[in-house]
């Protein structure tokens, strides 16, 4: 008797064929997945860098330009050698607790370089013994505009003086006011407000009550990151415009 022939069991060389398309067809799925969900991932990331940067230049030029406005009246006291000054006192002269103005302009300060057509923001301040003003500003890091616009800060002291240039907030690359004054009618007897006057338009700067500022912020420096806009305005404590 013959001896029975041993069978070898394997895979041929078409089910190689097939078993390798098949996770090869999965492994891309799995690629695809994980470049989406890091895709996912980057944005929620940019989205979260623009929402923390948002809320860090609403929260410091609310609270500059509130505090600004809180106790000065509404129009230019009659009689400035009497009362104390309530804007800011600078060389015996007393100037409205805000004033803006465009880069490139005449300035009522030496203002510090900025951004062409960008805006520069000087605003009275009491938080600090020795400060009497800060200018807030779009610059770029180190003055190289390689880098994304920033938001930049300059105090001005008691003696007229100014500190060191101070980044706030990374990638604002756009940063506009829009005013609301109060103006009184021809019979002279009833005030009136007018909303979204540009600060070239202002003949009286102690007639601000409230200031709208549109905000353009890039969530990272390349030149692929996404980049949002945000308005919010702030108005003085004092009065109906209170927000």
């Not at 390689?146 to 980044?167: I, K, M, N, V």
């Not at 506009?176 to 338009?201: C, F, H, K, M, N």
């Amino acid at each position: 008797m013959k001896p029975a022939l041993l069978r070898h069991s394997g895979f041929t060389l078409l089910e190689l064929l097939i078993s390798s398309s098949i996770a090869m067809g999965l492994l891309m799925v799995i690629l695809q997945l994980f470049v989406l969900s890091n895709r996912i991932a980057l944005e929620q990331q940019d989205l979260s860098q623009l929402l923390q940067k948002s809320e860090s230049v609403r929260h410091l030029l609310s609270h500059s330009v509130r505090d600004a406005m809180y106790t000065h009246p509404s129009s230019m006291p009659s009689s400035p050698s009497v009362l104390s000054c309530q804007g800011i006192d600078v060389g015996n002269l007393c100037r409205p607790p805000l004033l803006i103005w465009e880069q490139g302009t005449s300035a009522p300060i030496v203002a510090p370089p900025a951004v062409p057509g960008s805006y520069l923001f000087w605003i009275r301040q009491s938080c600090c013994p020795g400060v009497i003003a800060d200018v807030f500003f779009l610059w770029y890091r180190a003055g190289n505009t390689a880098h994304p616009p920033s938001l930049f800060r300059r105090r001005q002291l008691s003696d007229g003086r100014f500190s060191a240039s101070e980044e706030l907030v990374e990638g604002v690359s756009h940063l506009v006011p829009l005013l609301t004054i109060t103006t009184t009618e021809a019979s002279g007897s009833a005030l009136r407000y007018v909303t979204g006057v540009e600060p070239q338009d202002i003949s009286n700067w102690w007639n601000i009550v409230a200031v709208e500022f549109e905000v353009t912020l890039t969530a990272a420096s390349s030149a692929t990151a996404a980049a949002g806009t945000v308005a919010f305005s702030v108005a003085s404590r004092q009065g109906s415009l209170e927000l």
